[in-house]
């Protein structure tokens, strides 16, 4: 329970990774508010599991990401109603495939705000109530795209090459405040983003689904194997440890070996 204390606020933290975050920093006592869209059922039964979890407060807002001041008023909730912001993960995202000449710029302008501007916005928002404290985590959910390509996925490679920007930068920033800033670049784990991506890979590389589940998703690591969202969610845990205080403006990746080759 070294999180006692603490509140975590988890954009995109209805499902998939920003869940599996939210679930292992509960675990260790920390408050968590969840974000992100989904069943109003199942986000209720999440939250209430967290809150019996952690023994302190759970909280949902279903703050869009595309909108600045519903993060700002997000992140000072927190602050009000649990008494502190000291952990913010940046992990809200989504995808598109599609060749530069046919990606529609509605989804261009859509994952650039929810996939990095809104990284910005939290980490503006946060950092002067983790100051207070003189102790911050912030972690961002970059990916393998963070650091290579993949063809027809030119806005989502742009955003998260931006967010190990802004990281490296923040990082920079906060240096002597007690605040680390990185961020999580895993390769491909199995949950809806990724399982959403498929039909428009088969349409564009002209694939089956079973080969772009064979020859795009698990050919890319060389394990072969997808990550897991507790792999994932592990190294956050780490991050947030006091002996992980001199680790700060690092992008550092759970790939299976991916960006390694
Ligand atoms: P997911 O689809 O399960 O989760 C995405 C979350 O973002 C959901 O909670 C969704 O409701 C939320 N979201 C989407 N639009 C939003 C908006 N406008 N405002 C607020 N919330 C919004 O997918 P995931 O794979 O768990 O993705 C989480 C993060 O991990 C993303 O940033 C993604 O790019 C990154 N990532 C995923 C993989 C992978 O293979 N799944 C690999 C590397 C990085």
Redesign the pocket.
């Known amino acids: 329970m070294f999180l006692k204390g603490k509140t975590a606020v988890i954009?995109?933290?209805?499902?998939?990774?920003?869940?599996a975050y939210a679930k292992a920093l509960a675990a260790e006592g920390a408050a968590v508010m969840l974000?992100?869209?989904?069943d109003a059922d199942a986000i209720e039964a999440n939250r209430a599991a967290l809150e019996q979890a952690s023994g302190a407060a759970a909280l949902y807002d279903p703050?869009?990401?595309?909108r600045p001041d519903e993060i700002a008023a997000m992140i000072d909730r927190a602050a009000r109603e649990t008494g502190s912001v000291d952990i913010v993960i940046n992990?809200?995202?989504?995808?598109h495939v599609a060749p530069i000449t046919e990606f529609p710029v509605e989804k261009w302008d859509a994952i650039i705000?929810?996939?990095l501007s809104?990284a910005w916005h939290m980490m503006r928002a946060a950092i002067p109530h983790m100051r207070t404290k003189g102790w911050g985590r912030i972690i961002t959910?970059?990916?393998?795209?963070s650091l290579v390509a993949s063809p027809n996925k030119s806005a989502?490679v742009a955003a998260?090459h931006g967010v190990v920007g802004i990281t490296k930068t923040v990082a920079l920033e906060v240096a002597t405040d007690g605040i680390t800033a990185n961020c999580i670049?895993?390769?491909?784990?199995?949950?809806?983003?990724?399982e959403?991506q498929i039909p428009d890979t088969m349409k564009s590389r002209g694939l089956t689904r079973d080969q772009v589940i064979e020859d795009v998703l698990l050919k890319a690591q060389p394990t072969k194997e997808f990550?897991t969202?507790e792999q994932v969610a592990a190294l956050a845990l780490f991050l947030c440890r006091d002996e992980a205080k001199a680790i700060t403006g690092a992008n550092l990746s759970v790939d299976g070996g991916w960006t390694a080759q």
């Open positions: 954009s995109g933290s209805t499902s998939g990774i920003g869940l974000n992100g869209f989904g703050a869009d990401m595309t992990n809200a995202g989504i995808q705000a929810i996939n809104s959910t970059a990916s393998a795209h989502y998260k670049s895993p390769g491909y784990v199995w949950t809806p983003l990724v959403n990550v969202i």
